[in-house]
Structure formats: structure tokens, C-alpha cells
């Protein structure tokens, strides 16, 4: 399903995908290219009223970085309003922070597989490699 967004938010969104911090970098190296389980992630990519980090529509996920300043009062009200908004389009919203991208990077990668895998619906039979009796 396409997601709505703002379209002023597009040419802002081309600006933050040539200035990943080094967290987002490391984690589209893992997302990109389909790898996986086949599923298309974007990054910076417009959703409702927001710029949202990474986005699989296959599996209605998002994957939100948080750096040291989300840690902030202000920051985590605006944060949660946020994924309430995203998780109201039937979205599921993850976050994790930098640090957990720079240190535990397969822990994360773990949490993402799993939360794709439980969301996106099973192949066909043809599509699993499986050939079909006669």
C-alpha cells in the first residue's frame, strides 16, 4: 500500500539521504540491495507528516535512528507522537539508538528479521523453490 505524505517533505528528504550519519550508513549497508528475506528498504523516505530513517512498505516497518538529543524530554514526547501517528497508518515503528547500531549491530539486525519476517505474508510454493507434484 502507498503511505501518504506531505510532498514539500520530498526535496528535504533527498538532502538528509546524502548526509547519513555514520549509524545510518552502517545500517543501509544491511538493508539495501534487498537482503532481507527480499524485502525493498528505502531510507529518508517521506511518510504522512514525517521523514522517517527506513522504511520497508512490504512488511509496513519503520526503522527509526536516534541519536544522543532523542534522549531529551522534549525529544521523546515528540518521538512517541510520532510513532502513534506512524503505527496509526498500520505501521510498526522500531527505534533503536546509534549506539546500538555501532555496538550491537547483530543483535539489531536480529530484531529487523524477525519483525520482517512476522509481517510480510508467505511466498507462494513457486516462489520458495519448491516444484509443483504431479
Not at 121 to 133: D, S
Amino acid at each position: 500500500m502507498i503511505q501518504p505524505y506531505k510532498p514539500i517533505l520530498k526535496t528535504f528528504s533527498r538532502t538528509l539521504r546524502s548526509n547519513l550519519t555514520d549509524a545510518e550508513q552502517l545500517l543501509w549497508s544491511k538493508l539495501r540491495r534487498k537482503q532481507i528475506l527480499g524485502v525493498q528498504f528505502y531510507r529518508q523516505k517521506p511518510l504522512a507528516n514525517y521523514i522517517v530513517d527506513f522504511y520497508c512498505a512490504a512488511a509496513n516497518l519503520v526503522i527509526e535512528l536516534d541519536g544522543s538529543q532523542h534522549f531529551e524530554p522534549d525529544h521523546q514526547a515528540s518521538d512517541a507522537e510520532r510513532d502513534r501517528a506512524l503505527e496509526s497508518l498500520g505501521l510498526l515503528v522500531l527505534r533503536f539508538d546509534n549506539r546500538q547500531i555501532m555496538q550491537e549491530l547483530d543483535a539489531v539486525m536480529r530484531v529487523i528479521f524477525e519483525a520482517v519476517e512476522k509481517r510480510i505474508p508467505p511466498a507462494p510454493l513457486f516462489q520458495r523453490g519448491v516444484e509443483h507434484e504431479r
